[in-house]
């Protein structure tokens, strides 16, 4: 049994250790050990999870199993178009995963951006993760590449795009 709720400033903790089990397991494949930590550690910083939780800068979802935190969602209308969402985070524990959580969650996010009354969702995903074969099969599709500068490391993304 799982439940959806909104996370706040008290889950930071959680959101960050979710995201460290996942990132290695996901990512361990495809960069190196010091890219990962450098990324963990500036994306996933106590005080930035906790700036985006409180000022709304980001609104995160946490997915719950039997009352324990193993999922969570980040996302928010697009800075440069306020018309557009973007999922920037969706990360499941490794052992949840084939559960199904991911496209509870995306679609959670999906719903609340419909009630927004927006409709498109985009989301950017390392062109070497194999999660590409998820959203394409959630209905996402890639709409163009682009290589983020991220310290002394490049993010090389896939845009993907869906609209209803």
Same mark, same amino acid.
């Given at each position: 049994?799982?439940?959806?709720?909104?996370?706040?400033?008290?889950?930071?903790?959680?959101?960050?250790?979710?995201?460290?089990?996942?990132?290695?397991? *996901?990512?361990?494949?495809?960069?190196? !050990?010091?890219? @990962? =930590?450098?990324?963990?550690?500036?994306?996933? &910083?106590?005080? #930035?999870?906790?700036?985006?939780?409180?000022?709304?800068?980001?609104?995160?979802?946490?997915?719950?199993?039997?009352?324990?935190?193993?999922?969570?969602?980040?996302?928010?209308?697009?800075?440069?178009?306020?018309?557009?969402?973007?999922?920037?985070?969706?990360?499941?524990?490794?052992? *949840?995963?084939?559960?199904?959580?991911? !496209?509870?969650? @995306? =679609?959670?996010?999906?719903?609340?951006?419909? &009630?927004?009354? #927006?409709?498109?969702?985009?989301?950017?995903?390392?062109?070497?993760?194999?999660?590409?074969?998820?959203?394409?099969?959630?209905?996402?599709?890639?709409?163009?590449?682009?290589?983020?500068?991220?310290?002394?490391?490049?993010?090389?993304?896939?845009?993907?795009?869906?609209?209803?």
């Amino acid at each position: 049994m799982y439940s959806i709720r909104k996370a706040t400033v008290a889950d930071t903790e959680t959101i960050r250790a979710i995201a460290n089990d996942t990132w290695w397991a *996901t990512y361990s494949a495809i960069l190196e !050990k010091e890219q @990962i =930590n450098f990324m963990l550690n500036e994306i996933y &910083a106590s005080e #930035k999870i906790s700036a985006q939780l409180e000022s709304g800068g980001q609104t995160y979802l946490l997915l719950e199993e039997e009352g324990r935190p193993v999922a969570f969602a980040g996302y928010s209308p697009r800075e440069e178009d306020a018309n557009i969402y973007k999922l920037h985070k969706l990360y499941c524990l490794p052992q *949840t995963q084939g559960k199904g959580y991911g !496209k509870i969650l @995306i =679609n959670a996010v999906i719903d609340r951006t419909k &009630a927004a009354g #927006k409709h498109t969702l985009d989301l950017n995903v390392n062109r070497y993760n194999k999660a590409r074969n998820f959203y394409e099969k959630m209905g996402f599709a890639v709409v163009y590449e682009e290589d983020v500068p991220f310290g002394r490391y490049w993010m090389n993304d896939y845009v993907m795009r869906l609209e209803w």
